[in-house]
């Protein structure tokens, strides 16, 4: 039973193309995310949805497009990659109505730009 | 700018050894303070803190938080090879639904 899905696990590209990460959770939460891990391992927020509006848009560059077509799903789209993209991209999800709800992590996505 | 660091960036020790890693943080309006595990792939929750000298327990982990000096500790006992991690400290800062993560701290356990 995952709580939160990702897919693809590993995504192997080459710099100026599109691509999609697609994320999913079946906790019932009402806010999901996206984090990107850099190879130093510190993550960092891009985006977050309550209730498919979107509440934190960090600076990003508008290369990335997060979608959320309802509260359990929440895509990522990135345009024209760059080498400078590849990294882990973890999608989470937590319940903002109760305070205690840590984040619940998805296994991430390995991008690899060429 | 909310920053959040831990140390050391780097232990490692022997089984059995006890360990604590560091995790200190500058945020505007703090919420909570959070323990993660990663392993290969996503980071697992291990502990919310948000009340300053209550300790939180769990088998041979324990982490308290010290809200004077901005800090918190993670304890780790009788530690195991299972324990290898990079161990993340994030802070909820600046209203909900954002969290702040430190760089890590990896973690080896040799036996």
């Known amino acids: 039973d995952t709580a939160v899905s990702q897919t693809p696990k590993y995504l192997v590209t080459q710099m100026g193309n599109d691509k999609s990460i697609k994320c999913e959770q079946n906790l019932g939460h009402d806010t999901m995310y996206w984090y990107k891990q850099d190879s130093k391992k510190f993550l960092k927020i891009m985006f977050s949805y309550n209730n498919k509006e979107l509440i934190i848009n960090e600076t990003v560059p508008n290369r990335f497009s997060p979608k959320s077509p309802d509260k359990a799903h929440l895509n990522l789209h990135i345009n024209s990659l760059e080498l400078g993209d590849s990294a882990v991209y973890f999608c989470?999800?937590?319940?903002?109505?109760?305070?205690?709800?840590?984040?619940?992590f998805g296994n991430g996505t390995r991008l690899t730009v060429t | 700018e909310d920053k959040v660091v831990q140390s050391p960036l780097s232990l490692v020790v022997h089984e059995g050894d006890t360990v604590t890693l560091n995790c200190s943080y500058e945020v505007t309006n703090f919420r909570s303070l959070l323990w993660y595990k990663q392993e290969k792939k996503a980071p697992t929750f291990l502990f919310m803190l948000t009340s300053s000298g209550i300790e939180k327990k769990s088998g041979r982990l324990s982490s308290i938080l010290d809200k004077k000096e901005l800090s918190s500790i993670l304890n780790i006992t009788a530690t195991q090879t299972g324990d290898s991690a990079i161990y993340l400290c994030?802070?909820?800062?600046?209203?909900?639904?954002?969290?702040?993560f430190g760089q890590g701290t990896r973690l080896t356990i040799n036996p």
């Open positions: 994030a802070v909820e800062a600046g209203g909900a639904q954002k969290l702040v």
């Open positions: 989470a999800s937590s319940q903002t109505s109760n305070y205690n709800s840590p984040l619940h």
